[in-house]
T-cell receptor, first 110, second 114 residues
Framework: GENVEQHPSTLSVQEGDSAVIKCTYSDSASNYFPWYKQELGKRPQLIIDIRSNVGEKKDQRIAVTLNKTAKHFSLHITETQPEDSAVYFCFGGSQGNLIFGKGTKLSVKP | EAQVTQNPRYLITVTGKKLTVTCSQNMNHEYMSWYRQDPGLGLRQIYYSMNVEVTDKGDVPEGYKVSRKEKRNFPLILESPSPNQTSLYFC?????????????FGNGTRLTVT
């Protein structure tokens, strides 16, 4: 089955710096790569996703890059702000059995 | 408003007392699923359903049951809860395939089993 690893587990940055979170997957058939954000006490919500026919996608300060050969995709947040502080998740699995990464707790210090 | 509704938000119960957590979605989604979230372990899938009357085990199904009699509802049943099922539970739904469409999560149910 699919195996998903996410690194780092915690990340602390100064406001204005960039943050990068990486997700590695095992299933070569995977073709969809999302990132979810979960603020404290709230539900996870999709912030950006990419499909396998695209190498990079940007939405304002966030971007996702995909390296299918190496089987990993990354979340990039530029010009971080305190409201970016949250837990970020990736997941893999193209069928019903979805495997989430263990999450990255991002802290942005003012 | 498109949403996934879970009830209750908080639940405290005792070992062995059967309980049901309800989940309902109004987006006509085929796919529904349940997760538990524990510190350091992230979100782990309990059960999922690809459509009415079709359910499958996720990674941590032991001690849980589900049913999908109607498209909009996907209740999670704990027939004999134990303290190790104390956790934060999320229901989610999406169009098919789930690994290709946005997962919409409910607000979560915090369960404590004493």
């Amino acid at each position: 089955g699919e195996n998903v690893e996410q690194h780092p587990s915690t990340l602390s940055v100064q406001e204005g710096d960039s943050a990068v979170i990486k997700c590695t997957y095992s299933d070569s058939a995977s073709n969809y790569f999302p990132w979810y954000k979960q603020e404290l006490g709230k539900r996870p919500q999709l912030i950006i996703d990419i499909r396998s026919n695209v190498g990079e996608k940007k939405d304002q300060r966030i971007a996702v890059t995909l390296n299918k050969t190496a089987k990993h995709f990354s979340l990039h947040i530029t010009e971080t702000q305190p409201e970016d502080s949250a837990v970020y998740f990736c997941f893999g699995g193209s069928q019903g059995n979805l495997i989430f990464g263990k999450g990255t707790k991002l802290s942005v210090k003012p | 408003e498109a949403q996934v509704t879970q009830n209750p938000r908080y639940l405290i119960t005792v070992t062995g007392k059967k309980l049901t957590v309800t989940c309902s979605q109004n987006m006509n989604h085929e796919y529904m699923s349940w997760y538990r979230q524990d510190p350091g372990l992230g979100l782990r899938q309990i059960y999922y359903s690809m459509n009415v009357e079709v359910t499958d085990k996720g990674d941590v199904p032991e001690g849980y049951k589900v049913s999908r009699k109607e498209k909009r509802n996907f209740p999670l049943i704990l027939e004999s809860p134990s303290p190790n099922q104390t956790s934060l539970y999320f229901c989610a739904s999406s169009s098919l395939p789930p690994g290709g469409h946005t997962l919409h999560f409910g607000n979560g149910t915090r369960l404590t089993v004493t």
